[in-house]
């Protein structure tokens, strides 16, 4: 039921730099793309999420970007910091419905 | 309570042993969600239960999984004659009612299950 592919697995950041991660989807239904935050031992919450008519979202530090054309959506994480190491989850949904598929995950480290 | 809450925080079993895993999900909210978490493989939808209507029993992995819903708050899940490959976390999270996605789900801390 992989319906929403995410990358990379991993990724190592220094503190400051900038943190990429991406995904794609394939339901062209899909019209709700949110982003969750998971720590170590917790279950993931909300970070930041998108819907289609806009290209962009930004909260902070953390901006969404949208390819609807691509089928494909971004996390950046402006100035990463050491607090902001956690595995991240994109997801999808149709807004039909309130179940949620989510990607892989991944694992984000930044090093002082 | 204040959060989903799950139990028990970790489990030991024994291969083909049955297990039950519980959630007491967030007063009010009407949907209730139950995902698994392995390592690379992300989160696994499971099960999907919303008020009164039938769940949505579309991600459960093999007829050894089910689960229940008791007065639209308590759920359980079951998984029957464990195998290894079983071995996972167990997440379980609730939404109020309306656009559940759009608000965002309440996560538990999870069921780690490890089959020995």
């Known amino acids: 039921q992989q319906q929403v592919k995410q990358s990379p697995q991993s990724l190592i950041v220094q503190k400051g730099g900038i943190s990429i991660i991406n995904c794609a989807y394939e339901?062209?239904?899909?019209?709700?793309f949110p982003w969750y935050q998971q720590f170590p031992g917790k279950g993931p919450a909300l970070l930041i999420a998108?819907?289609?008519?806009?290209s962009e979202k930004k909260e902070g530090r953390f901006t969404i970007s949208f390819n609807k054309s691509a089928k494909q959506f971004s996390l950046h994480i402006m100035d990463s910091q050491p607090g902001d190491s956690a595995t991240y989850f994109c997801?999808?949904?149709?807004?039909?419905?309130?179940?949620?598929?989510f990607g892989t995950g991944t694992r984000l480290q930044v090093f002082p | 309570g204040a959060g989903v809450s799950q139990s028990p925080s970790n489990k030991v079993t024994e291969k083909g042993k049955d297990v039950e895993l519980r959630c007491d999900p967030i007063?009010?909210?009407?949907?209730l969600y139950w995902y698994r978490q392995s390592l690379g493989q992300g989160l696994e939808f499971l099960i999907y239960?919303?008020?009164?209507?039938?769940?949505?029993k579309s991600g459960l992995p093999s007829d050894r999984f089910s689960a229940e819903r008791t007065g639209g708050s308590v759920s359980t899940l079951t998984i029957q004659r464990t195998q290894q490959e079983d071995s996972a976390v167990y997440l379980c999270?609730?939404?109020?009612?309306?656009?559940?996605?759009?608000?965002?789900?309440?996560f538990g801390s999870g069921t780690r299950l490890t089959v020995v």
């Open positions: 999270a609730s939404s109020p009612p309306g656009q559940g996605a759009l608000v965002g789900y309440t």
């Open positions: 339901n062209t239904a899909f019209d709700y």
């Open positions: 998108i819907r289609p008519d806009v």
């Open positions: 997801a999808a949904s149709s807004l039909n419905t309130d179940k949620l598929i």
């Open positions: 007063s009010g909210h009407t949907a």
């Open positions: 239960f919303q008020g009164n209507s039938a769940p949505d």
